[in-house]
């Protein structure tokens, strides 16, 4: 039965998790790519304001609400009022989605470990990574054929993940979360200590750093660093609601909140450092302009890594094999987190086990999961990934943010955060941030993001969206309209 008194048993155990949910394959491989593109240095100045203007800030809603509430998102619309109990389901619907595909990313990454002890990429990473790991087809029928060695890895993530989550709070998360952070942050520092001494590492770095002034005036960097610090956060995911559920009385709460985003952000301009030494090392050994090295995501991370760990003799054994790893803590702790929310709503709503709820929600997006592991399964998980971030989440901070800001009142969450605050209270500012200017900018960019990304795709794209839209709206029906089987509800 749910457990309404399951708390951390230490606020390290409630910080570790969050920081573990935050840092994810964003603030490795998404990060540097973004604070290079747009501005260098110059980003630094849109980032920092991002954090203190806009996460920051809907950090302490997220927060605000799961220690008030004491349960997921779809449980605190309904008591808001029973007519917005559908908003609360759909606001889960991308995280959803994010988990069935999220674990397949780390499943690519779990074949790596291995293969990076021995470069067993070979010469061609990335012929190797599209023909002989993905063995992509952009053809549709790819559907029917499995790529084999990903339909292992990913096994083996979601029995990983499904292990962890399944157990009581404290014994899974929280233990996973206190082995797995540190050990990220240890190989991340590790790797960042060789990176910086590598020849060429000063050019990476002043690559990366030399801010570019003019760009500050640009609109594009300044969505771009909202972006970067709404996904980093992972904010709009409910996963800090969840995990705040749990929080017991005496927790300072806007210290928690400025812990994690700084360290979050901490750990990404130390780890684009890092990236940035590593492509400065390429740069000057093969001679090649480093603006051709740089790249994000997959083509970061499963291509240019492996060619430069190729070149890079016997420390490519000692880095590759690190890299790799932080990717592999990193995507667990972020995956583990994703499931969090999904558990706590059915668990709320079905008055079922954690364990069971876990186990359900890991069966149907196992079956999901499946479809990424065929042969055209990395195409439909570009689609996934776009639609979701650019459609879901966006949308999903607007209506977060109008339904417990503007409908409900952040005045009403403001005793909960203040309680225990000692250097820093919140009062009158931060509501009018919330609730006046933040879902008119997360509107805004929602609309731009839309419109950029969204609606002018190729047709195959656009059957992919639409029915991505019918699983969100009518997923959320059908859970709202199920009869509740918990007594508060
Ligand atoms: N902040 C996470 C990241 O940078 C976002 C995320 C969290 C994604 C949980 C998926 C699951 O990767």
């Known amino acids: 039965m749910t457990d309404e008194k399951v708390k951390w048993n230490s606020n390290l155990s ?20 973004v604070a290079y593109t747009n501005g260098g ?37 309904h008591k808001i009022n029973s007519k917005y109990e559908y908003i609360g389901w759909f606001i889960q619907a991308s995280p959803f989605l994010i988990l069935t595909y999220y674990v397949v990313v780390v499943a690519w990454d779990l074949i790596y470990v291995p293969l990076s002890f021995f470069k067993g990429w070979g010469p061609k990473p ?28 990913l096994i083996i993530v979601w029995a990983i993940v499904w292990f962890i989550s399944h157990r009581n709070l404290n014994d899974g998360v929280g233990k996973a979360n ?19 001494t590598l020849p060429g590492a000063s050019l990476g770095l002043t690559t990366l750093f030399t801010p570019d002034w003019n760009s500050v005036l640009n609109p594009n960097i300044w969505v771009a660093a909202f972006g970067q610090i709404l996904f980093s956060l992972s904010i709009g995911m409910t996963i ?34 890092g990236v940035f030494s ?62 969090e929310p999904l558990a706590l709503s059915v668990q709320d709503k079905f008055n079922i086990s954690r364990s069971r ?28 990934d776009t639609f979701v971030n650019q459609f879901g989440l966006l949308l999903n901070v607007t209506l977060q943010t109008i339904l ?53 795709v190729d047709s195959a794209t656009m059957i992919v969206e639409f029915i991505l839209l019918m699983i969100m709206l009518i997923l959320p029906y059908i859970l709202t309209r199920a009869t509740p089987k918990s007594g508060d509800y």
């Open 404 to 456: 417990i800001a503007v409908i409900y009142g952040l005045d009403k969450l403001l005793p909960g955060i203040n309680k225990n605050a000692t250097f820093l209270k919140l009062g009158k500012k931060w509501i009018l941030l919330v609730t006046y200017i933040i879902p008119v900018i997360s509107f805004i960019l929602w609309i731009q993001a839309v419109f950029t990304n969204v609606i002018f």
């Open 240 to 273: 800090t609601l969840a995990y705040a559920s749990y929080l017991p009385d005496e927790t300072n709460i806007p210290r928690s909140a400025l812990t994690v985003a700084i360290a979050n952000s901490s750990f990404e301009v130390f780890t684009a450092a």
């Open 41 to 77: 240095g110059a980003f630094l100045i849109p980032y920092i304001l991002s954090i203190i203007f806009l996460g920051i800030p809907l950090l302490f809603v997220e927060y605000g609400a799961g220690y008030k509430f004491k349960s997921g998102i779809s449980k605190i619309a």
């Open 126 to 153: 990335e012929e190797f990574f599209t023909n002989t790991i993905l063995q992509n087809s952009a053809d549709p029928s790819g559907l029917f054929s499995i790529a084999i060695y990903v339909l292992i890895a």
């Open 357 to 384: 709820a876990v186990s359900i929600i890991s069966i149907v997006a196992f079956v999901i999961s499946l479809l990424f592991a065929t042969t055209y399964g990395s195409t439909l998980l570009g689609v996934f």
């Open 178 to 196: 206190r082995i797995l952070t540190p050990l990220l942050f240890i190989c991340m520092i590790i790797i960042v200590a060789f990176a910086v």
């Open 278 to 339: 590593i492509l400065g090392f390429m740069s000057t050994t093969n001679n090649i302009p480093i603006g051709e090295l740089v790249s994000q995501g997959t083509g970061l991370a499963f291509v240019a890594f492996p060619e430069i760990f190729n070149v890079m003799g016997t420390l490519g054994y000692v880095i590759g094999p690190l890299f790799f790893l932080c990717l592999l803590f990193a995507g667990i702790t972020s995956n583990i987190s994703i499931i």
């Open 14 to 33: 409630f910080l570790l998790a969050m920081i573990g949910s935050a840092v994810g394959l964003g603030n490795i491989w998404r990060f540097p790519y």
